[in-house]
């Protein structure tokens, strides 16, 4: 089993950034991906970046920009650095890892004014 748990979700004005963290724990050794996730109200959830076990980024459509997937190792945990925030970025972020299965976060929200 792994478990992740995000954090530094919150209010933000449009333009401004927040860091997201995704501490993982448990079978960790078993995981070869780690990415984030976000749904607004009334909307599917989309993927926003992914890194894998050896570094490679992804960015999907709307992780381009002011966005960044970043990893710790040590620490067992991923960031998304996000600038530039816009009031269409307000959803909440999910952390998940793909190892044998798929695992996800509990979510953190993220709410940018305008």
């Not at 995704?22 to 991906?33: E, K, M, P, R």
């Not at 044998?100 to 979510?107: D, I, N, S, V």
Request: charged share 20%; aromatic share 10%; with cysteine.
């Amino acid at each position: 089993q792994v478990q992740l748990v995000e954090s530094g979700g919150g209010l933000v004005q449009a333009g401004g950034s927040l860091r997201l963290s995704c501490a993982a724990s448990g079978s960790i050794f078993s995981i070869y991906t780690m990415g984030w996730y976000r749904q607004a109200p009334g909307k599917q959830r989309e993927l926003v970046a992914a890194i894998t076990k050896g570094g490679s980024t992804n960015y999907a459509e709307s992780g381009k920009g002011g966005f960044s997937i970043s990893r710790d190792k040590a620490k067992k945990t991923v960031y998304l650095q996000m600038n530039s925030l816009k009031p269409e970025d307000t959803a909440v972020y999910y952390c998940d890892a793909i190892g044998r299965l798929k695992y996800w976060g509990q979510g953190t929200q993220v709410i940018v004014s305008s």
